[in-house]
């Protein structure tokens, strides 16, 4: 089985830039690059992964870019670009020239306008992802879910992934709205799923197995083996879980599922979606 890490993030720590980290964080406010994740992947069994953006800048991308061409096992990089932008076209067109880029992300889980995904300028630039074959990272919080959906539906040739699940209330077993939007996501063929980010949308220093149970139900039911995937969301997951502790997470729970819907699940579906 060929497994990829399909979420992690590389940074070298910068306060006035990676201003998300509050001060419960304490344990990721350092750097975190390859040579530290390779030990990770080597020992539990990961071949490769995919790098998100953390930071939204070009400079970021081409950050991550460098990495990858030092690194192979960095199979894809997903980058941040400012698609709202009226020079958005020319950006992508400068990112087809690396091949390494398979797609872009947006933090708009930190935006305050609820709407911002229907503004027209936003939209603008989703509208030339798919001419470059580039994919859409969808990173929100759960009431942002709708705005989602509206998206997608507007976009049925653009392939989009919802990152971490769309962070549902796992630390208080809030399953709706949640629940009903992801069923309505995974009846669209072109959005996928990661199954990432769980841990730290539990109690940090308190979960067991069992509070993501109803999650992972849902999201396989919603999207089946063929459209989700496993990520690790190293090294934000470090707040809450080591990385095998969060790969544990995932393996046991496809355990009872055939081989061929654990080897989709674990690394056949982002290769197939990021084009790896």
């Known amino acids: 089985m060929t497994v990829i890490d399909a979420h992690q993030h590389f940074w070298k720590y910068d306060p006035a830039v990676h201003t998300w980290m ?4 304490v344990a990721i406010k350092k750097d975190f690059m390859p040579d530290v994740l390779k030990e990770e992947l080597d020992s539990n069994g990961v071949e490769g992964c995919v790098a998100v953006q953390a930071d939204q800048s070009d400079h970021e991308t081409r950050f991550l870019i460098d990495l990858a061409k030092s690194y192979p096992f960095i199979r894809g990089v997903v980058g941040w670009t400012n698609l709202q932008s009226t020079g958005v076209g020319e950006c992508l067109e400068k990112y087809t020239d690396e091949p390494v880029v398979k797609g872009f992300r947006h933090v708009v889980q930190d935006e305050p306008n609820p709407a911002f995904m ?3 300028s936003f939209q603008n630039g989703i509208s030339l992802l798919g001419k470059h074959n580039f994919t859409y990272d969808i990173l929100i919080l759960p009431h942002q879910l709708s705005a989602a959906l509206q998206l997608v539906r507007k976009f049925p ?6 990152d971490h699940l769309a962070k549902p209330g ?8 949640w629940r009903t939007y992801i069923y309505e996501l995974g009846r669209h063929d072109h959005v996928y799923c990661k199954v990432s980010g769980m841990v730290t949308e539990a109690h940090w220093h308190g979960w067991q197995y069992e509070d993501f149970l109803p999650y992972l139900d849902a999201a396989l039911e919603a999207f089946g083996a063929e459209r989700l995937m496993f990520g690790s969301d190293w090294p934000v997951c470090l707040l809450s879980a080591g990385y095998n502790k969060v790969k544990q997470i995932t393996d046991r729970y496809i355990s009872g599922l055939s081989s061929s819907e654990q080897s989709m699940i674990m690394g056949e579906n982002t290769v197939r979606f990021y084009r790896l």
């Open 170 to 177: 796992i630390s208080d077993q809030k399953m709706e709205p």
């Open 157 to 162: 040739d653009q392939l989009f992934v919802i």
């Open 118 to 120: 229907q503004q027209q």
């Open 22 to 25: 509050d001060d419960r964080m």
